[in-house]
């Protein structure tokens, strides 16, 4: 199994990013899919995530109504559009994979993970 992130970069506050999770080894359709980050000296904590049975997706607040994850089963890809990114939403972004039958926030219940992706949100 392998996560592949990318499209982190440096922005403007205000701005876009959009970030891609691509997956081998698995398929999407049949697990949980989810965004953490982790900023320089904090903890790694949640973003967002999307279900693999609803397809329901689940925001951290301080993300809710900027970011939005959603999936692409056919290129078995997992995205998180970022939009009004702010400084503190500067950090090392993670896609991760878990098997649980519910979403969890907890990073210990994912069971894969992809290398971080930066972004950088300049004031």
């Known amino acids: 199994v392998q996560l592949q992130a990318y499209g982190g970069g440096l922005v403007q506050a205000g701005g876009s990013l959009r970030l891609s999770c691509a997956a081998s080894?698995?398929?999407?359709?049949?697990?949980?899919m989810g965004w953490f980050r982790q900023a320089p000296g904090k903890e790694r904590e949640f973003v967002a995530a999307?279900?693999?049975?609803?397809?329901?997706?689940h925001y951290a607040d301080s993300v809710k109504g900027r970011f939005t994850i959603s999936r692409d089963s056919a290129k078995n890809t997992v995205y998180l559009q970022m939009n009004s990114l702010k400084p503190e939403d500067t950090a090392d972004y993670y896609c991760?994979?878990?098997?649980?039958?519910?979403?969890?926030?907890?990073?210990?219940?994912?069971?894969?993970w992809g290398q971080g992706t930066q972004v950088t949100v300049s004031s």
């Open positions: 991760a994979a878990s098997f649980r039958g519910l979403v969890t926030r907890d990073p210990s219940d994912y069971n894969f």
């Open positions: 080894g698995l398929t999407l359709s049949n697990i949980n």
């Open positions: 999307v279900g693999w049975n609803d397809g329901r997706t």
